[in-house]
C-alpha cells in the first residue's frame, strides 16, 4: 500500500498529496494515485458511483488555505423553485456534503451571481434556488456568489458567447471558416479573451480566504485554467470533482476551441485584434 507522500506522485501540475476526484460520464477511470480507487466512509454516494463513474480516493488531506475545485455544467447548480432536484443536481449536492465532510472548509464559492439566478418568462422572472448556497446554509456555512454582476461584465467590455457569435458574424469574421467551426471559434476567442476577465475578478474575490480552505463550484471549462491561476497566487489546489452534468459534446468543446487555434491561426489572430481595443 503506497503511503500518502507516494499517492501524491504523478501529474506534474497536481503534484502534491491529494486525492484526485473525476466524474466520468461514460466508463469508470481509476486514478492514477489511488489505484482502484472507489468512496471510502461514504457508503451513501456508492449508488452515484456506480450510476456516474465518480471516483473518490482516499480523503483528502486538510491543508491550511487550500481550494478544492467542483467542475460542473452550469445547469446543474441551480434548480427553480420547488422544483424536483435531477439526477445530476443529486450528484452535486452528494459530492458537496462529501467534501464539506473530508474538507471543512470556511466557505463555500459558486461561479453565479444573483443576475445568472433570473430568468425572464413571460415578462416576469424566475428567481432559481443555487444548490451551492443552499447546502452552504444548512451546514452553517459562509457562501459566496463570486460571479461579476452584469453591470460589472459591461463596464468592462466582457460579452457572452451568444454576443460573440453575433459580433464575429456581422464583422465578417467567420466567412474564412467552415461553418461546423463557428462554435469552436467562439469558445477559443471566449476562453483567450473572457475567461481570464473573469478569473481574475474571482481571484480579487478569493483574496481573504487564500489561507482558508474553500470550496468554489464552478464551470468544467474553468478547472484548468482556474487551478493555475490560483497556484501562481501560491494557493493550494484540489480537485475534488469534476464533469457533472457534462455530456460528451461540452465536454469536446476545448479540445475543440484548441484544435482551431492551431487549425485557423490567421483567422483566429483576425478576431483577437478585432476584439483587443474591447479590452
Given at each position: ?13 497536481y ?99 444573483e ?161 483587443i481595443?474591447?479590452?
Amino acid at each position: 500500500m503506497p503511503n500518502r507522500a507516494e499517492r501524491g506522485r504523478g501529474r506534474p501540475h497536481y503534484s502534491r498529496p491529494v486525492g484526485r476526484r473525476y466524474i466520468s460520464t461514460r466508463r469508470f477511470v481509476p486514478s492514477p494515485r489511488s489505484p482502484k480507487a472507489r468512496d471510502r466512509g461514504h457508503p451513501q454516494l456508492d449508488g452515484i458511483i456506480s450510476e456516474t463513474g465518480v471516483i473518490r480516493p482516499p480523503a483528502c488531506a486538510t491543508f491550511s488555505g487550500m481550494f478544492h475545485l467542483i467542475g460542473v455544467n452550469h445547469n446543474v447548480q441551480r434548480y427553480a423553485p420547488g422544483a424536483k432536484l435531477d439526477a445530476h443536481q443529486v450528484v452535486l449536492e452528494q459530492c458537496l456534503n462529501a467534501a464539506i465532510k473530508e474538507c471543512r472548509p470556511t466557505l463555500i464559492a459558486v461561479e453565479e451571481s444573483e443576475d445568472t439566478l433570473k430568468e425572464k418568462r413571460k415578462g416576469d422572472y424566475v428567481v432559481y434556488e443555487s444548490i451551492p448556497r443552499n447546502v452552504a446554509r444548512r451546514h452553517t456555512i459562509k457562501s459566496m456568489l463570486c460571479e461579476p454582476s452584469n453591470d460589472w461584465k459591461d463596464q468592462h467590455g466582457y460579452m457572452d458567447e451568444l454576443t460573440l457569435h453575433r459580433e464575429l458574424f456581422t464583422s465578417g469574421l467567420l466567412r474564412d471558416i467552415p461553418s461546423n467551426q463557428e462554435k469552436a471559434a467562439v469558445t477559443a476567442v471566449n476562453m483567450t479573451l473572457f475567461f481570464s476577465l473573469r478569473e481574475e475578478y474571482w481571484l480579487n474575490q478569493f483574496k481573504n480566504y487564500f489561507q482558508s480552505n474553500v470550496i468554489f463550484i464552478l464551470g468544467e471549462n474553468h478547472i484548468d485554467s482556474f487551478s493555475s491561476r490560483l497556484q501562481d497566487a501560491g494557493v493550494q489546489v484540489s480537485i475534488f470533482c469534476r464533469g457533472i452534468g457534462v455530456n460528451a459534446t461540452q465536454g469536446g468543446e476545448l479540445k475543440a476551441a484548441s484544435n482551431f487555434k492551431d487549425k485557423y491561426p490567421m483567422p483566429f489572430s483576425r478576431m483577437l485584434k478585432h476584439f483587443i481595443p474591447v479590452l
